[in-house]
C-alpha cells in the first residue's frame, strides 16, 4: 500500500519531528521513492526462515549486580542544556 | 617522511631518526594547507595533539614506547573524544564535547597515537558521499570536484592525501569501504564484535563496525591490533585472545605466495549497473591473485541481491530507536523557543537533524509502527538470514570472496544528493558484510581513465581478517596501486 502524505504526518508525529507543512509533499515523494525498493521484500519467499536480529548467535552476557560505576552525575550534566541542583530542566509537564 | 606508511613512521621512530613531535608538526601543517581545498577535519587539535607528542616522544626516552607510540593519527568525529569535540557531523551535536573516551578512542591512545583532530563525516554515519555533514561536503583529493565517498568521508581523504598515515572509521553499510574505494585507499571493517562500540555514537547498533583507514593492508593491521579487544561495557563486544593480524605478512612464500587459497568470484557482482571501468580493474586484479597462486571459482550469492531493501529496512529501524535519545534534555541542542515540553521534542528535533537524517528517523519509525512491523521489519530480518546463508554456502566452496567494493568510482559533487535511491545503490557490494558481521578489506586495485581510484574489496568468513590483510599484502607486494598519491599532495 503506498504511503500517504497523512501517514507522513502520523510518522513525523511519532518520532517526534516537526514539519514545516512546505516539507511534506517533498519529503512524502523522497520517502515514497525510498519504499519503492523496500517493498520489493514482500515478493521474497521467506517461509520458514528464522529471523536473524543480530550478527553474532551468541547470549547475551549477564554480570554480576554489583555497582561498578562511581558517581558522574556532574560531569555528564555539563553538557546538559539546562540543569539544576543535579536534575534536568525541562517545560513545565504538570501544572 | 611524509608520504611514508604507519609501519615505516613507527620504525623511524623506533630508531630515533625522527621525533613524535616532528611528525606532528609536519601532519599538522599538512593539515593546515590542504584543509581549505579538502574540508577533511572537522576539528583539528594542535595543542592536544602537540602536548600528547611530545609525552610520547618522553615514553620512548623512558623506555616505555610500544608499537604505534608517537604515531599520528585521525579519529571519525562519531567516535567520542574526552574534551575534544564529538559532532557526528550534526547540528544536533555542533557543540557537544564527549565526557569519556571510546573504548577504541581510549586504546589507540594506550598504544600510544597521537591524535591530531576528528574527521568529517555524513551526518550521523547516514551517507555515502559525505553531502550530508553539516560541516560542508569533504572533497575527493584525486578529484575535488567530487565526493570523497562516505560516511567516513574526511578519514578516507585525509590518509589519500597523506595528511595522515592512519585513522579510524566506523562501517554499518560500507561506511569504510565504500570511501576507501573511492578515495584510494585501504578500508579494513572487521568482524563484528571485534572492536567495541562502547562511545560510538549508535547509528543501526546491529551493525556499527569501528574499523581502520591507512595506505597499506599492513597499516591496517597494525591499528586493528591495536583497537581489537573484548570490552564488557559493550555487551555485544566478543571475548576472544588477541590477536597480531601481521603475523603471517613476512612468511617467505616463494613466487606464488597465495598457493592454495581459493578466491570466490560471485556472479552476482558482475554485470548490469556496474561502470565497465570498474569491471575491468576488478578483472585485473583477480588475474593478478591468480599469478600469485590463487585459483578462482565461480560462486553464487543469489540472496545479496535484496541486500539493500533489507538494510534500508533494518538499519533506519535501529536509527529511529538510537536517535530517539536526541532530545534536547540531556545533551545536544536544544530549541530555544518552545510552547511546551512535546514542543520542544519537535522543534529541537526539527532543528538539529538534516534532511538524510530524518528521512531515515521517518523510514525506520514507519516499518516499527503498527501494522507494518511483520510486512517490513521481521520480514528483513527473515532476508538477513537469506543473505548469511548464502555466504555461508559459498565459503564451502572458497576462502575470500573477491569484487568490486562500490559500483562506479567517485562521482561529481551534487550528482546524486537529492536522490536517496540512487545513493543507496553505492552500498550495493558492501551492505552484506554488516549484515552477516563478517570482515571486508577494500584496497585501490586501479583507476580510471579520468584518473579516479577503484577499489577491490576483499571478503571472508567472521575473525577472518588476518587472511584478508595477507592476500592484500601480497597484492600489494607485488603492485603499487596504493602507492600511487593524488596530483592535489604537490599541488
Given amino acids: 500500500m503506498p504511503l500517504t502524505q497523512d501517514d507522513v504526518l502520523r510518522i513525523a508525529h511519532l518520532a517526534r519531528i516537526d514539519l514545516d507543512p512546505a516539507e511534506v509533499a517533498p519529503l512524502h515523494a523522497k520517502l515514497g521513492a525510498i519504499f519503492g525498493i523496500l517493498d520489493a521484500l514482500a515478493a521474497i519467499d521467506t517461509d520458514g526462515v528464522a529471523p536473524m536480529a543480530h550478527a553474532q548467535d551468541v547470549a547475551l552476557p549477564l554480570r554480576d549486580d554489583a555497582v561498578t560505576e562511581g558517581d558522574r552525575r556532574d560531569l555528564y550534566q555539563r553538557v546538559a542544556p539546562a540543569v539544576q541542583d543535579g536534575l534536568y530542566l525541562v517545560p513545565r509537564v504538570v501544572e | ?491
Fill in chain 2, 1 to 491: 617522511m611524509s608520504h611514508a606508511t604507519l609501519a615505516a613512521q613507527a620504525r623511524a621512530l623506533a630508531a630515533r631518526e625522527v621525533s613524535s613531535v616532528e611528525l606532528t608538526r609536519a601532519a599538522l601543517a599538512r593539515i593546515e594547507r590542504l584543509q581549505p581545498t579538502l574540508n577533511a577535519f572537522v576539528t583539528v587539535d594542535a595543542d592536544g595533539a602537540l602536548a600528547a607528542a611530545g609525552e610520547a616522544d618522553a615514553a620512548r626516552v623512558r623506555g616505555d614506547a610500544g608499537a604505534l607510540t608517537g604515531v599520528p593519527i585521525a579519529h571519525k568525529d562519531v567516535l567520542m573524544t574526552e574534551g575534544l569535540r564529538t559532532t557526528c557531523g550534526s547540528p544536533m551535536l555542533a557543540d557537544f564535547v564527549a565526557p569519556y573516551d571510546a573504548h577504541v578512542v581510549a586504546a589507540l591512545k594506550a598504544a600510544g597515537t597521537v591524535l591530531v583532530g576528528k574527521t568529517n563525516m555524513d551526518e550521523f554515519a547516514m551517507g555515502s558521499s559525505n553531502e550530508s555533514s553539516h560541516f560542508g561536503p569533504v572533497k575527493n583529493p584525486w578529484d575535488t570536484t567530487r565526493v570523497p565517498g562516505g560516511s567516513s568521508g574526511g578519514s578516507a581523504a585525509a590518509v589519500a592525501a597523506r595528511l595522515i598515515a592512519g585513522a579510524t572509521g566506523t562501517d554499518t553499510g560500507g561506511s569504510i569501504r565504500q570511501p576507501a574505494s573511492l578515495s584510494g585507499v585501504c578500508g579494513l571493517k572487521p568482524t563484528y564484535g571485534v572492536c567495541s562500540r562502547y562511545g560510538l555514537v549508535a547509528f543501526a547498533s546491529s551493525l556499527d563496525t569501528p574499523g581502520v583507514f591507512a595506505a597499506t593492508a599492513e597499516d591496517c593491521a597494525l591499528l586493528l591490533g591495536a583497537m581489537a579487544g573484548h570490552d564488557a561495557r559493550d555487551s555485544t563486544s566478543l571475548d576472544r585472545p588477541r590477536e597480531d593480524y601481521t603475523r603471517t605478512l613476512r612468511e617467505a612464500r616463494g613466487a606464488k605466495p597465495l598457493a592454495g587459497l581459493r578466491i570466490g568470484l560471485p556472479r552476482e557482482y558482475a554485470g548490469d549497473g556496474i561502470d565497465a571501468e570498474v569491471t575491468a580493474c576488478i578483472a585485473a586484479a583477480v588475474r593478478e591473485l591468480a599469478a600469485l597462486g590463487a585459483p578462482t571459482v565461480d560462486v553464487a550469492l543469489p540472496a545479496v541481491k535484496h541486500s539493500v531493501a533489507a538494510y534500508y529496512v533494518i538499519a533506519p529501524a535501529e536509527a529511529s530507536s538510537n536517535l530517539s535519545r536526541f532530545d534536547g534534555v540531556r545533551y545536544g541542542h536544544r530549541a530555544a523557543r518552545y510552547a511546551d515540553l512535546d514542543d520542544m521534542y519537535r522543534r529541537t528535533r526539527a532543528e538539529g537533524f538534516g534532511a538524510e537524517v530524518k528521512r531515515r528517523i521517518l523510514v525506520g519509525t514507519y516499518v516499527l509502527s503498527h501494522g507494518y512491523y511483520d510486512a517490513y521489519y521481521l520480514k528483513a530480518q527473515k532476508v538477513r538470514r537469506l543473505i548469511a546463508d548464502d555466504f555461508r554456502r559459498a565459503y564451502e566452496a572458497c576462502d575470500v570472496i573477491a569484487g568490486p567494493t562500490a559500483p562506479t568510482a567517485a562521482f561529481a559533487l551534487g550528482a546524486k544528493s537529492d536522490d536517496p535511491v540512487q545513493m543507496y545503490l553505492n552500498d550495493i557490494f558492501t551492505i552484506a558484510a554488516n549484515l552477516t558481521g563478517a570482515p571486508g578489506l577494500s584496497i585501490p586495485c586501479g583507476f580510471t581513465r579520468g584518473g579516479l581510484p577503484v577499489g577491490l574489496q576483499l571478503q571472508a568468513p567472521s575473525f577472518g581478517e588476518a587472511r584478508l590483510v595477507d592476500v592484500a599484502h601480497r597484492f600489494q607486494q607485488a603492485t603499487d596501486w596504493h602507492r600511487r598519491t593524488p596530483p592535489v599532495i604537490a599541488s
